[in-house]
């Protein structure tokens, strides 16, 4: 029973885990700056090659 109840209490422990990785990496993607269509392009893009990779990517 000891066993079980270990096996259990780990499941849960990896369920939290989980889940505050998931609300930490979502919290850095919508804080940090940056765009991915000038990571993309690189810094000499165009605006039209810009809005391009944008409308591809469905980030407009």
Excluded at 12 to 24: C, D, N, P, S, Y
């Amino acid at each position: 029973m000891a066993t079980i109840q270990y096996i259990l209490k780990r499941l849960a422990l990896m369920a939290v885990t989980f889940f505050l990785v998931m609300i930490i990496i979502f919290l850095l993607v919508r804080l940090l700056p940056g765009d991915p269509a000038i990571a993309i392009a690189g810094d000499r893009a165009s605006d039209a090659d810009l809005a391009a990779i944008r409308e591809r990517l469905g980030l407009n």
